[in-house]
């Protein structure tokens, strides 16, 4: 694999995050992010529940946050801020004059476990045998 064209600067002005592809294959979805110190390439999805970042991702300052429930990090140092529990993947990126160019060998993918429900069943259950008559 190598560099590829994924959309020219001026598609995603400073402060805002598009769904772009990479022309690989069938093509591989990516969420380029301009933010205040450059361009960051993420999958497109929220790692917390698969929310599209390009609807619900908002970009202030190096500040990325999933609008849905409020998870947050910081494009520059890809630290993890405010609820956010899981990193984000990311893809090399570069600007080629005008363009903006991702280094793609893999689609980047999160494990989304669906298994992590509460079993309402047992949640209220009351092994407590205090039923003291009086
Ligand atoms: S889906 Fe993005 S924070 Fe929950």
């Known amino acids: ?3 590829t064209k994924v959309c020219e600067k001026s598609d995603i002005p400073e402060g805002s995050i598009k769904k772009v592809w990479a022309r690989i294959g069938g093509g591989i979805p990516i969420a380029v992010a301009h933010h205040k110190r450059g361009f960051v390439a993420i999958p497109p999805v929220c790692p917390h529940l698969e929310e ?12 990325l ?9 910081d494009l520059e140092t890809l630290e993890l801020q405010d609820e956010a529990e ?11 004059g005008s363009n903006i160019m991702v280094y793609v060998t893999e ?3 999160y494990n989304f476990d669906e298994d992590e429900d509460i079993d309402e069943n047992t949640f209220f259950d009351d092994d407590d045998d205090d039923d003291d008559e009086w």
């Open 52 to 63: 599209p970042l390009e609807e619900s991702g908002l970009v202030m300052g190096c500040k």
């Open 65 to 73: 946050t999933c609008t849905k429930h409020l998870w947050s990090w």
């Open 86 to 96: 899981l990193p984000l993947k990311t893809y090399d990126v570069k600007v080629e």
């Open 1 to 3: 694999m190598t560099w």
């Open 107 to 109: 689609q980047l993918e």
